[in-house]
């Protein structure tokens, strides 16, 4: 069952340097990035996350004297896809710099259904970790919802192209399902997350996968990252601006999104919100870009209106941030998608006949 989830161990020359960093004692950093399964949704307490039980392992097995040396960073939010995951990586895994995580398990292949970038942004989050200075292992990690539906087979491919590690939840889990020795009602916790034992299973599907490496000879050489991308690399480099940011390629006019939105689920405090009798002004921001990536709030609540969205004062599409099933989570959508950098100015403002509804910034993501 575990040989099943092991769909290749890939390049093992950066693994086995953290690995044998961690033996020496040296500190050693795992990180994971994701959707609400990594958050550790579905786990009776955090401490019953694959990500946590995961981590103790490496640490337990591979960390020096008790393994103090070996830290943990999880950055799992739930209901976002891999285009929020690539804007928000610095912030949340690196902390601008910080940190710099020497194994990085990436877990978006639920998350990613309606992600706007249709893999680019997955791919350039990969790049992102993988150009970073002190060489961070990377592994791609699928999960799997209840329907037995994951996008492994779109992100196999991208995995190959960089010869990455990936671990299969679905294909380990599912012919146990199929031959009813697991049941749904003991790996799942509802359609999407996985119960404590699900969470388990999970973490073992990793404990296999760093048991296989560790019996193999170091690959001769590094991994090769390609100048030429399998599905694009558009969003590489991409900086987040929030209302707390101070980027000199940047400027912003708040007009009338002069509040801040405190009730949040996703971890953006730093936002602009538009609400009732605050007039319509646009809020505009006017910044040297190839690509933008805005991300907004959506919620149930019938207060929220829409918002209509113009590039260099031609109008491109409105967001609806009142939606049924929203949850106060951010919702990421492209703005703007060229081959070359220049200057633009993105304005947004409230649709005619929305003027007093709310609508709320969380942040904005760019390339230059």
Same mark, same amino acid.
């Given at each position: 069952?575990?040989?099943?989830? #092991?769909? @290749?161990?890939?390049?093992?020359?950066?693994?086995?340097?953290?690995?044998?960093?961690?033996?020496?004692?040296?500190?050693?950093?795992?990180?994971?990035?994701?959707?609400?399964?990594?958050?550790?949704?579905?786990?009776?307490?955090?401490?019953?996350?694959?990500?946590?039980?995961?981590?103790?392992?490496?640490? !337990?097995?591979?960390?020096?004297?008790?393994?103090?040396?070996?830290?943990?960073?999880?950055?799992?939010?739930?209901?976002?896809?891999?285009?929020?995951?690539?804007?928000?990586?610095?912030?949340?895994? $690196?902390?601008?710099?910080?940190?710099?995580?020497?194994?990085? =398990?990436?877990?978006?292949?639920?998350?990613?259904?309606?992600?706007?970038?249709?893999?680019?942004?997955?791919?350039?989050?990969?790049?992102?970790?993988?150009?970073?200075?002190?060489?961070?292992?990377?592994?791609?990690?699928?999960?799997?919802?209840?329907?037995?539906?994951? =996008?492994? !087979?779109?992100?196999?491919?991208?995995?190959?192209?960089?010869?990455?590690?990936?671990?299969?939840?679905? !294909?380990?889990?599912?012919?146990? =399902?199929?031959?009813?020795?697991?049941?749904?009602?003991?790996?799942?916790?509802?359609?999407?997350?996985?119960?404590?034992?699900?969470?388990?299973?999970?973490?073992?599907?990793?404990?296999?996968?760093?048991?296989?490496?560790?019996?193999?000879?170091?690959?001769?050489?590094?991994?090769?990252?390609?100048?030429?991308?399998?599905?694009?690399?558009?969003?590489?480099?991409?900086?987040?601006?929030?209302?707390?940011?101070?980027?000199?390629?940047?400027?912003?006019?708040?007009?009338?999104?002069?509040?801040?939105?405190?009730?949040?689920?996703?971890?953006?405090?730093?936002?602009?919100?538009?609400?009732?009798?605050?007039?319509?002004?646009?809020?505009?921001?006017? #910044?040297?870009?190839?690509?933008?990536?805005?991300?907004?709030?959506?919620?149930?609540?019938?207060?929220?209106?829409?918002? +209509?969205?113009?590039?260099?004062?031609?109008?491109?599409?409105?967001?609806?941030?009142?939606?049924?099933?929203?949850?106060?989570?951010?919702? @990421?959508?492209?703005? #703007?998608?060229? +081959?070359?950098?220049?200057?633009? $100015?993105?304005?947004?403002?409230?649709?005619?006949?929305?003027?007093?509804?709310?609508?709320?910034? =969380?942040?904005?993501?760019?390339?230059?």
């Amino acid at each position: 069952m575990m040989n099943n989830s #092991l769909i @290749t161990t890939g390049n093992n020359y950066r693994i086995k340097k953290v690995i044998d960093k961690a033996r020496k004692g040296e500190n050693v950093t795992i990180a994971y990035i994701g959707g609400s399964v990594t958050e550790g949704a579905g786990a009776s307490t955090h401490d019953k996350s694959y990500t946590y039980q995961s981590y103790l392992y490496f640490k !337990d097995r591979y960390g020096k004297n008790g393994g103090d040396n070996i830290k943990y960073v999880n950055a799992g939010m739930g209901g976002t896809p891999s285009a929020l995951g690539v804007i928000r990586y610095d912030r949340d895994v $690196t902390s601008y710099g910080k940190i710099e995580p020497d194994i990085v =398990l990436i877990e978006f292949s639920v998350n990613d259904y309606q992600e706007p970038t249709k893999g680019v942004a997955y791919e350039s989050l990969i790049r992102n970790i993988l150009k970073a200075p002190n060489q961070p292992a990377v592994i791609l990690l699928f999960a799997v919802f209840k329907t037995r539906w994951n =996008l492994q !087979d779109n992100y196999i491919p991208t995995g190959n192209h960089y010869n990455l590690p990936m671990i299969s939840v679905k !294909d380990a889990l599912v012919p146990e =399902l199929e031959e009813g020795r697991i049941t749904d009602e003991e790996f799942f916790f509802d359609e999407y997350h996985p119960t404590d034992f699900g969470h388990g299973f999970m973490t073992d599907c990793i404990k296999y996968y760093f048991n296989a490496v560790d019996t193999e000879a170091i690959s001769e050489r590094d991994i090769i990252i390609s100048d030429i991308p399998k599905v694009g690399n558009a969003f590489e480099g991409v900086k987040m601006v929030d209302s707390k940011t101070a980027d000199s390629n940047v400027a912003i006019i708040t007009g009338s999104f002069t509040e801040e939105d405190c009730h949040l689920v996703s971890p953006f405090p730093n936002n602009w919100m538009h609400i009732k009798d605050k007039g319509n002004d646009s809020f505009k921001i006017t #910044l040297k870009c190839k690509n933008i990536l805005l991300v907004t709030k959506s919620t149930s609540d019938s207060s929220y209106g829409i918002a +209509d969205i113009l590039v260099d004062g031609g109008f491109i599409k409105s967001i609806d941030s009142s939606v049924g099933g929203g949850w106060n989570n951010a919702i @990421t959508t492209v703005i #703007l998608d060229e +081959d070359t950098s220049s200057e633009h $100015t993105i304005e947004i403002k409230m649709t005619q006949g929305d003027e007093d509804m709310s609508f709320t910034i =969380l942040a904005i993501g760019y390339t230059l």
